[in-house]
Nanobody, 123 residues
Framework: QVQLVESGGGLVQAGGSLRLSCAAS????????MGWFRRSPGKEREFVAA????????HHADSVKGRFTISRDNAKNTVFLQMNSLKPEDTAIYYC????????????????WGQGTLVTVSS
């Protein structure tokens, strides 16, 4: 089993940047495909990005492509989400997930989730 803890959220102005971290414990993060999701008020949870076990494959949602980048450091048991050119519509609670298959749908059904970190982007 793996436990996940997100950090790095906060309040930022539109156009700014944040870097989210997801620290894993209990089992090596290299055992898992990792992903980031977000939930905005009144909306369903939305896929943001996913990365393969060794970081050779990454997928990003169209809404964040070119602005967000997922990465991982297996030696530090941590996954990151670099968010640039933030927009007010990026405001959400961001969650990381650990799974076995890279892709929005399988990761969305993962058993392992963090508690989330809030990102607020002001206009």
């Amino acid at each position: 089993q793996v436990q996940l803890v997100e950090s790095g959220g906060g309040l930022v102005q539109a156009g700014g940047s944040l870097r989210l971290s997801c620290a894993a414990s209990g089992r090596s993060v290299s055992s898992y495909v990792m992903g980031w999701f977000r939930r905005s008020p009144g909306k369903e949870r939305e896929f943001v990005a996913a990365i393969s076990r060794y970081g050779d494959v990454a997928h990003h949602a169209d809404s964040v492509k070119g602005r967000f980048t997922i990465s991982r450091d297996n030696a530090k048991n941590t996954v990151f989400l670099q968010m640039n050119s933030l927009k007010p519509e990026d405001t959400a609670i961001y969650y990381c997930a650990a799974g076995s298959v890279i892709g929005a749908s399988p990761l969305n059904q993962s058993a392992y989730w963090g508690q989330g970190t809030l990102v607020t982007v002001s206009s």
